[in-house]
Nanobody
Framework: QLQASGGGLVQAGGSLRLSCAVS????????MGWFRQAPGKEREFVAA????????YYTDSVKGRFTISRDNAKNTALLQMNSLEPEDTAVYYC??????????????????WGKGTQVTVSS
């Protein structure tokens, strides 16, 4: 089970930190990903971190603003979001999987999904 939290309403330029608590899985064996879906748009990849923590991946639009991390001792994945923009408004989902590198940015690479948390950035 994956449970995302930490979303909310923030002004442009502000920050939020999303958390994803994982249970029922061997957390340290899974790549953790964050995806988002804005109204009327398809779900898109945001960031991912490999199970070793040695590989991190970001979509271009969030590079330098978002940071993904994980705490294997607490079975938690985090997404620190700074300098938020109205275009970041979406429902954010965390996911766990074992994708090969080719599919780390694809939703098809992830087997387990949380329900999502709403992030709204006002201008």
């Amino acid at each position: 089970q994956l449970q995302a939290s930490g979303g909310g309403l923030v002004q442009a330029g502000g920050s939020l930190r999303l958390s994803c608590a994982v249970s029922g899985l061997t957390f340290s064996s899974y790549t953790m990903g964050w995806f988002r879906q804005a109204p009327g748009k398809e779900r898109e990849f945001v960031a991912a971190m490999s199970w070793t923590g040695g590989g991190t991946y970001y979509t271009d639009s969030v590079k330098g603003r978002f940071t993904i991390s994980r705490d294997n001792a607490k079975n938690t994945a985090l997404l620190q979001m700074n300098s938020l923009e109205p275009e970041d408004t979406a429902v954010y989902y965390c996911a766990a999987g074992r994708p090969i590198t080719t599919y780390v940015r694809s939703s098809s690479g992830y087997h387990y999904w949380g329900k999502g948390t709403q992030v709204t950035v006002s201008s």
